[in-house]
């Protein structure tokens, strides 16, 4: 599905970037050979084996450029871009590039990457130069926009968010969360004063196709008014009554 000519492999002296990827590709030949030269190229690599370990891991820890197979099980690649793009919009955050791989070569299958947002398209099989080079001018072609974006603190009065470290302090004492309450904060600090409906939280948090507990939300939403809650400071996290919730003060 993929090769390699010997007399081009990497110099591992050369290893200059520092960008963490994430590939998603279900044969494990294929992303074992795919990681293991993005990491001799100095990458910091991840690896996802289906579309929804794609998307938890895009939420929880974002890459700098996701090499996305098209054929996945339980979320396909199409569905996994056109999730990713939808979250970024929503939440007015950096474009990731998606470099998609596919076995079909049919035109039809490369339009419909393209026009859910795939940034390039790539055919099995492929050989590892070609997608180094394509993996590098995609990650030429962002550096000018997250130069522009380097902010990575949200704060609402003395409560601060780190993204980076996922990190969160109020009034200068660290606040222990969960992941899904991060998650769920963060929501909420990118929206301050905006009522967020129940259909909203649960869709951007857990995802569309959740099918956990039906009060999972006001659990969540519990443990972490009582993190914030310390030493009795004011509550932030407001019930609105009938839709929702708002982060503002009382």
Request: proline share 6%; charged share 30%.
């Amino acid at each position: 599905m993929f090769t390699s000519n010997p007399t081009t492999m990497p110099n591992p002296k050369d290893r200059t970037a520092t960008a963490r990827l994430l590939v998603v590709e279900d044969e494990p030949s294929i992303s074992g050979f795919v990681r293991r030269g993005l990491i001799f190229e100095g990458y910091d690599v991840e690896v996802a084996e289906s579309g929804r370990a794609a998307l938890e891991a895009m939420r929880d820890r974002p890459p700098d450029l996701v090499v996305l197979d098209l054929m996945l099980p339980e979320v396909d690649g199409i569905e996994v871009t056109r999730r990713a793009r939808a979250a970024e919009e929503a939440d007015d955050l950096p474009r990731v590039p998606i470099l998609m791989l596919t076995a079909r070569d049919a035109i039809v299958d490369r339009v419909a990457g393209l026009e859910v947002g795939a940034d390039d398209y790539l055919v099995k099989p492929f050989d590892f130069d070609e997608l180094l080079a394509r993996v590098r001018a995609l990650l030429r072609r962002v550096k000018p926009e997250t130069d522009r974006k380097p902010a990575e603190v949200l704060s609402y009065q003395n409560l601060a968010m780190d993204l980076s470290s996922r990190s969160v302090t109020r009034a200068g004492q660290e606040i222990e969360l969960t992941a899904r309450e991060f998650d769920l904060l963060a929501m909420f600090l990118r929206h301050p004063n905006q009522v967020l409906t129940r259909s909203t939280l649960m869709q951007r948090v857990w995802g569309e196709d959740f099918y956990g507990e039906s009060n999972v939300l006001e659990v969540v939403i519990g443990n972490v008014r009582r993190s914030l809650e310390i030493d009795d400071l004011p509550r932030v996290i407001q019930t609105v009554r009938g839709i929702g919730y708002v982060l503002r003060s009382t």
